[in-house]
């Protein structure tokens, strides 16, 4: 079990940036999103042009309608799927690190390496 970061230090609705140091394995440096009680985790790359989805250290974009917008291009992320729905890399997903919640902290699952390339 590996902890990501406390539940209480993403606003509800939003997003942090979390480096998450692994044994023998290259760092993790992840976009993490909030809605209420569930977490959803994705590598902070967009696949449009592989750079970072948050324009400054934990300063991340949102639409409107909670999805979270790369501040490079634009593009358009549903923050619950990865999905990208508006931009230059419509239809590409977003990476996803299966994460979950316990004891107020948000960690990484046993199979979150299986999602790690």
Known sequence: ???VCKL?????????EARV???????LNLA???HGDQVFAWHNICPHQGRALNFAPNRFLFTPEGQLMCAAHGA????DTGL????????ASLR????????GEVI???DSETNDE
């Open 1 to 3: 079990m590996q902890i």
């Open 8 to 16: 209480e230090s993403i606003e509800d609705g939003g997003a942090i």
């Open 21 to 27: 140091d692994r044994d023998n394995q290259p760092s």
């Open 32 to 34: 993490v999103c909030r």
């Open 76 to 79: 358009v992320f549903e923050a």
């Open 84 to 91: 990208c729905v508006g931009g230059p890399c419509r239809g």
């Open 96 to 103: 996803g690190v299966a994460v979950a919640v316990q004891n």
């Open 108 to 110: 990484l699952t046993a």
